[in-house]
């Protein structure tokens, strides 16, 4: 929203992706987020924001972390999109309870099983879900080389132009 004369305007756009003031306008209007409980951390990384919390025996410290969270996005005229907002829940108990959805601005909030933080594929703190994954894109480079080496053509330099083999659309 931009406000202007004592009216206010909706954009449904913000700044282009790669805009040198995209990161600057993030962390201006995000300032204010700041974790409430000892045991929550908000990590902010370009422009996604991060809830993560430790949940012991109550839920509703977590909860009111979140509606914190929108209530300081609508206070800053910013919205978070219920599309994009996952939540994952990690529990390493023997007997695991049911866990009941997180609801912010009356749409439930997806639980998901893996997610990709900062390049990591993340599924139950443990690295094999993101091994097979970087397992498998060796194994796509090392056969391009391998056809490559059969067809007795010369190994691409080390530049990174190669990126595979081209794919028809």
């Known amino acids: 929203m931009v406000a202007r004369g004592?009216?206010?305007?909706?954009?449904?756009?913000g700044a282009p992706q790669g805009c040198v003031l995209s990161p600057l306008l993030f962390t201006l209007l995000t300032h204010d987020c700041a974790?409430?409980?000892?045991?929550k951390h908000i990590i902010k990384f370009a422009d996604d924001i991060t809830l993560v919390g430790l949940i012991s025996?109550?839920?509703?410290?977590?909860r009111e972390e979140m509606q914190q969270l929108t209530a300081s996005c609508k206070?800053?005229?910013l919205s978070l999109n219920v599309d994009k907002t996952k939540e994952m829940v990690v529990d390493?108990?023997?007997?695991?309870?049911?866990h009941s959805p997180l609801f912010t601005d009356g749409f439930?909030?997806?639980?998901?099983?893996?997610?990709?933080?900062?390049?990591?594929?993340v599924k139950n703190f443990t690295w094999s879900l993101n091994t097979r994954s970087i397992r498998k894109k060796a194994q796509y480079?090392?056969?391009f080389l391998?056809?490559?080496?059969?067809?007795?053509?010369?190994?691409?330099s080390l530049d990174g132009s190669t990126q595979g083999p081209s794919r028809a659309s």
Request: hydrophobic letters at 35%; charged letters at 20%.
């Open 146 to 156: 391998w056809s490559m080496r059969k067809a007795h053509l010369p190994p691409p």
């Open 92 to 98: 390493f108990r023997r007997a695991q309870s049911g």
């Open 108 to 121: 439930s909030v997806e639980i998901i099983k893996s997610t990709k933080f900062l390049s990591s594929l």
């Open 6 to 13: 004592g009216r206010t305007t909706t954009l449904s756009a």
């Open 141 to 143: 480079h090392l056969y």
């Open 35 to 39: 974790a409430l409980h000892s045991l």
């Open 75 to 77: 206070d800053n005229n």
């Open 57 to 62: 025996k109550n839920k509703s410290a977590y």
